[in-house]
């Protein structure tokens, strides 16, 4: 056997990026069995939410009301404890604290919905809520083409999420209106744009009501649920109603209360809000840092979006993050302390539960064609990943952590 040489390096690479982002939940969010119970259980700890809203957005609620009940049964084949989707205004008994109609009538009545904001933030009753979410009625139409939108909607919301910097605000679309189509189109359209631009959150009620579970987009619908040929006209179907008669009531579907509408698009409603609930649970302030771990170090404050260095070692705070070292010490850093005493190359490392490392190699650092050997998520131990393939003359290693989804 030939011989052959390697260089162990300590090149480190970490998967995702740092700093804010958007959190945008539409119909691609309603797959409600890909949640799971710690997900559930992490919003269930950390979330504290203020809900204002009139007839259309009690779709949520009432979507969620029913969702503890089909959980409970099974339905989408679900097997969690009981009432794992439980909620009320308090929290009490371990479940989702979330406050039904805390804010005066819906997001459409301008300036009183932001006074009214104001006034509700500023109790100190109210000192935990850290989730503000309004809903939409009819005005979002009106606003668009009046050319108020912005200064009545997107302007607002923008100012509370300056003054108040622990609250994550939830953006959302309006209902469909097929009599008042091309402005309902451009006004949500403009409110995704300013979202994904501008790195928001937004709950997108209006996409949800274009899709069907499986997917299948129809261009013109009312807020029943009817689909049209064209803009305004007589209806042609409802694509809530032929896709209920075609399952299984209580195993793919559940009813339930859902004002103007059909109890379907208030399953997909409480589907997708269940899928922010985790999102925000997991990370509200949107950093690329899990909030538990921020937690873990000292809070979810002390972290400067990620990209700062909080203990000047370098290092970010969203790599030590990926790295699992420690962000408040300059001393504690992921290395690779050697190698394992075996015939092929297996640099040996610590690890941490909820990562997973990876080994590649190099054969040319010059042409930098690094290639990826194996991978094994971490066990909270030592370990070391070896190099099983057959090669001749010169390798260099480097071993890469990164978060699995």
Sequence with gaps: MNARYWLLTGLLFASGTAGAAPVLIDHRDVDVTRLTLPQIERAKESLHIAYGHTSHGSQLT??????????????????????????????SGGALDLHDYALCNDVGYYPDW??????????????????????????????????????????PMAAFERDYPHVAFVYMTGHVDIWDDADNKAACAAIRAW???????????????????????????????????????????????????????????????????????????????????CRLGTDRDRDGIADVWEERHGGIDRFGGGTNDFDGDGTTDWAEFVLDSAPTNAGARFEIAGLSPTNRPAPVFATSTGRVYSLDACADLVAGDWSSVTSRPGTGAAMALEDGSEFEGFRAYRVGVSVPD
Aim: glycine share 12%; with cysteine.
């Design 114 to 155: 932001v006074v009214c904001t104001s006034n509700y933030l500023d109790d100190p009753a109210n000192a935990d809520v850290n989730v503000v979410i309004w809903s939409w009625c009819g005005q979002m139409d009106d606003k668009y083409s009046a050319g108020t939108l912005t200064n009545e909607y997107l302007a």
């Design 62 to 91: 009432d979507g969620m009301g029913g969702l503890v009940g089909f959980a409970n049964g099974g339905g989408k084949g679900l097997a969690l404890p009981e009432n794992a989707f439980a909620w009320n205004n308090g929290g």
């Design 195 to 277: 979202c994904a631009t501008n790195d928001r959150i937004l709950y997108d009620f209006n996409d949800i009501e274009h899709h069907d579970p499986d997917g299948t987009y129809f261009e013109f619908v009312g807020d029943d649920c009817s689909v049209y040929a064209g803009a305004g006209g007589a209806a042609i179907g409802n694509w809530a109603t032929e896709w209920q008669a075609a399952h299984v009531q209580n195993v793919d579907w559940y009813d339930c209360g859902s004002a103007h509408s059909q109890p379907l698009n208030a399953n997909l409603k409480a589907y997708a809000v269940w899928a922010l609930w």
